[in-house]
């Protein structure tokens, strides 16, 4: 069952017409929030994250917060499964095909729910390939935009060669993944780039680095050069539907001893922490307290 424009109804029901700018011109945001034990993780930070991306494309937010929060609890009872994930999408609408904002016209909000499965053991015990490219990607990454086609490409060169997930090299320094952030360990130190309009601030990504803070895991945020990335002693991936995974493999050279290594193997234990404490009903929006 799916939320469309304040109806609830199977997804083969769901229509939207063919002039609505999500579909003409990409035109709208998109948040993807996990529920766990159907609770919603994190929501408060999606929700500002979901209001961040609407500043980004000036338009005006449909529902408060506790609005949202009401009617993904709705879209979370109509589903099955205990873990779920939402996806959340804003477009601006539908109205006559032209670039400029149209006026008076109503956003387009879709909800909808899929089974969350945590990635495979055998794929977290081996760890996955992923190969690296150049981030063609415009430069307002910290919005959360729909109009995908630069990540959509730079996955599928990924998924070509049989690896996870293509890593974005900028001018030089990391970036993030094509659909997720990605962290750097060099000599026990977690290294994590800082946050900017050149990538996505990922909700998994500050669950980390409070993680790291809050165990005294050295950790620095800074600028990460390609060479560090290739002389990496692990790679580590985040993303709400991924959690932790190590990258074991980069365009096709093991990263370290190319095995999983000791500090995925702790986070992903903190995580798996954070989240069970989550499930009991604590909600914390600081990990590792
Ligand atoms: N960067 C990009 C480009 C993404 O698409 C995603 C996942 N949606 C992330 C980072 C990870 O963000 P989060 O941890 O909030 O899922």
């Known amino acids: 069952m799916i939320y469309l424009n304040g109806q609830f109804m199977p997804i083969e029901e769901a229509c939207i017409p063919v002039l609505d700018r999500g579909f003409i011109f990409g035109d709208g945001v998109y948040e993807v929030i996990p529920a766990y034990s159907r609770k919603p993780f994190r929501l408060p930070k999606h929700l500002d994250r979901l209001q961040h991306s609407l500043d980004?494309?000036?338009l005006k937010n449909p529902f408060s917060n506790d609005d949202w929060k009401n009617l993904l609890e709705q879209v979370i009872a109509r589903n099955e499964g205990e873990d779920q994930y939402l996806y959340l999408h804003i477009t601006r609408g539908v109205a006559k095909r032209d670039h400029a904002f149209p006026a008076n016209v109503p956003p387009t909000i879709f909800i909808m729910s899929n089974p969350l499965l945590p990635p495979p053991a055998a794929l977290l015990a081996s760890g996955a390939s992923a190969i690296t490219a150049i981030d063609n990607r415009w430069i307002r990454c910290d919005v959360k935009a729909i109009s995908l086609l630069p990540n959509v490409l730079?996955?599928?060169?990924?998924?070509?060669?049989?690896?996870?997930?293509?890593i974005l090299i900028r001018d030089g320094f990391l970036t993030e993944g094509a659909a997720s952030n990605i962290f750097v360990v060099k000599d026990k130190v977690l290294l994590a780039p800082p946050k900017s309009h050149l990538m996505l601030p990922g909700i998994t990504y500050d669950v980390v680095l409070e993680l790291v803070a809050a165990h005294q895991i050295a950790h620095e945020i800074r600028e990460i050069s390609e060479t560090e990335i290739r002389t990496a002693d692990e790679i580590l991936l985040t993303s709400s539907t991924k959690e932790i995974m190590p990258i074991t493999c980069l365009d096709g050279k093991p990263v370290g001893h190319g095995k999983p290594g000791e500090l995925f193997t702790q986070l992903h234990a903190l995580y798996q922490q954070y989240k069970a404490t989550h499930m009991r009903g604590h909600f914390s929006d600081q990990a590792g307290l």
């Open 154 to 166: 730079l996955r599928q060169m990924a998924v070509d060669v049989d690896a996870i997930e293509t």
């Open 56 to 58: 980004g494309i000036r």
